[in-house]
């Protein structure tokens, strides 16, 4: 009776972990979602894409912040997580500041890319 209750556990928690597995567990940055995310989350303050017109006139563009000097995609995940005053710590989830940094760094002119 122990026996069977114990291979009872013991099956339950491999469905159990099977499944957990099943779900996506590491997936490439997606720039287009970023830009949807961006569009959405960002735009106010942010001119983030080429089409956009109207945002605040201080604060940089994304095609300005992606090419300041140096900057890469750790950068600019960094300071998204961190932000400087006034920008704001906006509630995103890990995947979605990949995607986001994955964006902003594709307007990145080719000629600055290999720099470092
Ligand atoms: C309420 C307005 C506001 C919103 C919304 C906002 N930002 Fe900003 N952001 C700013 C301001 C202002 C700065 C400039 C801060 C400074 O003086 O360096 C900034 C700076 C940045 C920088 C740093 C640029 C650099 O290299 O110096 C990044 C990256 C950035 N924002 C990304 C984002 C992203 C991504 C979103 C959307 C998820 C977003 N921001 C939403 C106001 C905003």
Same mark, same amino acid.
């Given at each position: ?48 894409? *080429? #089409?956009?017109?109207?945002?605040? &006139?201080? !604060?940089? /563009?994304? +095609? ?30 890990? *995947? #979605?500041?990949?995607?986001?940094? &994955?964006? !902003?760094? /594709?307007? +990145? ?8």
């Amino acid at each position: 009776m122990t026996a069977r209750i114990v291979f009872l556990l013991a099956s339950l928690s491999i469905i159990d972990a099977g499944a957990s597995m099943a779900g996506p567990v590491t997936t490439a940055p997606d720039p287009v979602h970023g830009m949807s995310l961006a569009q959405r989350l960002c735009s106010t303050c942010h001119v983030v894409s *080429s #089409e956009q017109v109207h945002a605040n &006139a201080d !604060i940089p /563009s994304f +095609r300005e912040i992606a090419n300041k000097q140096g900057q890469t995609e750790g950068s600019i995940m960094a300071k998204i997580i961190i932000p400087k005053h006034p920008m704001p710590v906006i509630p995103i989830t890990k *995947s #979605e500041l990949e995607d986001l940094s &994955a964006y !902003i760094i /594709s307007l +990145r002119n080719p000629e600055h890319r290999s720099t470092p």
